[in-house]
């Protein structure tokens, strides 16, 4: 069965969430699935509803702070008619410098995106991470919403995460089409 390509989507401001996208993409590629990426900054948000499904990247900044080209599309994305497509988020931010916040953009943008009908796949797990308090969290605080990946503290621990992430989504994808 082939699968239709997957529009990645990332906002950025250090080209980090840029960078992880690439490496998901690449991963994707090696399982023989096209992706597409789009930086939301230059694509008219209306572009996610032309794919199946969405992967989409979002840093959190300092004390919780929303990517701005994210946060400018802020209460529109929920308008979005996104029933019957799939979603995987992933967030970057700062366990430790900024652990009362890590990775709460990604939970904002769950949080409006959840109105539009999608279907969110991805759910990460929470261990082998030290912060306090995550937006992002879900099912208690067992899981993350998304992969979470901490570039500042844990850099060298993402590369691994992103393939097994990938290798989640591409299984939990497959099991939603059947």
């Excluded at 023989?32 to 900054?41: A, C, H, Q, R």
């Excluded at 959840?114 to 912060?131: L, R």
């Amino acid at each position: 069965m082939e699968q239709s390509p997957i529009a990645l989507i990332y906002g950025t401001d250090t080209n980090n969430t840029e960078e992880i996208g690439k490496k998901i993409v690449t991963q994707f590629e090696d399982l023989g699935v096209s992706v597409e990426m789009f930086n939301i900054k230059d694509t008219d948000p209306s572009i996610m509803e032309q794919y199946d499904m969405l992967i989409l990247g979002i840093p959190t900044w300092d004390f919780g702070g929303i990517q701005a080209d994210w946060e400018d599309l802020g209460d529109n994305l929920g308008s979005l008619n996104l029933a019957n497509k799939t979603i995987a988020l992933y967030g970057l931010g700062d366990q430790f410098g900024y652990g009362d916040y890590f990775v709460d953009a990604m939970g904002w943008l769950y949080e409006k995106l959840k109105p539009t009908g999608a279907t969110f796949i991805g759910e990460w797990s929470t261990e082998g991470y030290e912060f306090e308090a995550s937006r992002a969290c879900i099912n208690g605080k067992e899981t993350f919403i998304g992969l979470a990946v901490d570039e500042d503290q844990q850099f060298e621990l993402t590369d691994e995460r992103v393939e097994q992430w990938v290798i989640q989504l591409y299984a939990e994808r497959s099991v939603e089409a059947a």
